[in-house]
């Protein structure tokens, strides 16, 4: 899966707050740009508040970036979400970023700044 990174960082009406939240789980996404950690590792990794957290989770769902599965065990007990990073189109000029199957970091090509 390819998401682009422009795509995020250049969009004007995610906050902040929501981009930050987005590279998190950028870092934990596999090769389906699904990944599952908990809020409290969001929390963790990010330096926001858990109520901010939570806020920016549901932006980025409201606005399509990121799409939310409750996973439950056979006894319907919550095991955790899963986060799913939608795939989208972007500029043609803009780079796109390889999502790791591991949990290591995405690679960013370098752009030609022309």
Same mark, same amino acid.
């Given at each position: 899966?390819? #998401?682009?990174?422009?795509?995020?960082?250049? %969009?004007?009406? &995610?906050? @902040?707050?929501?981009?930050?939240? =987005?590279?998190?789980?950028?870092? =934990? $996404?596999?090769?389906?740009?699904?990944?599952?950690?908990?809020?409290?590792?969001?929390?963790?990794?990010?330096? &926001?508040?858990?109520?901010?957290?939570?806020?920016?989770?549901?932006?980025?769902?409201?606005?399509? #970036? #990121?799409?939310?599965?409750?996973?439950?065990?056979?006894?319907? $007990?919550?095991?955790? %979400?899963? =986060?799913?990073?939608?795939?989208?189109?972007? *500029?043609? %000029?803009?780079? @796109? #970023?390889?999502?790791?199957?591991?949990?290591?970091?995405?690679?960013? *090509?370098?752009?030609?700044?022309?």
């Amino acid at each position: 899966m390819m #998401v682009h990174w422009s795509d995020i960082f250049d %969009n004007e009406t &995610l906050s @902040p707050h929501a981009k930050l939240v =987005y590279c998190c789980l950028v870092k =934990y $996404a596999g090769k389906k740009g699904e990944c599952f950690p908990s809020i409290a590792r969001i929390k963790k990794k990010t330096g &926001l508040a858990r109520s901010t957290v939570i806020k920016a989770i549901a932006e980025l769902t409201e606005k399509g #970036v #990121v799409r939310v599965t409750k996973r439950e065990s056979e006894g319907s $007990a919550f095991l955790s %979400n899963v =986060y799913t990073l939608v795939r989208h189109t972007s *500029p043609a %000029n803009s780079a @796109p #970023v390889r999502i790791a199957d591991d949990r290591s970091r995405p690679e960013i *090509p370098e752009t030609d700044p022309t």
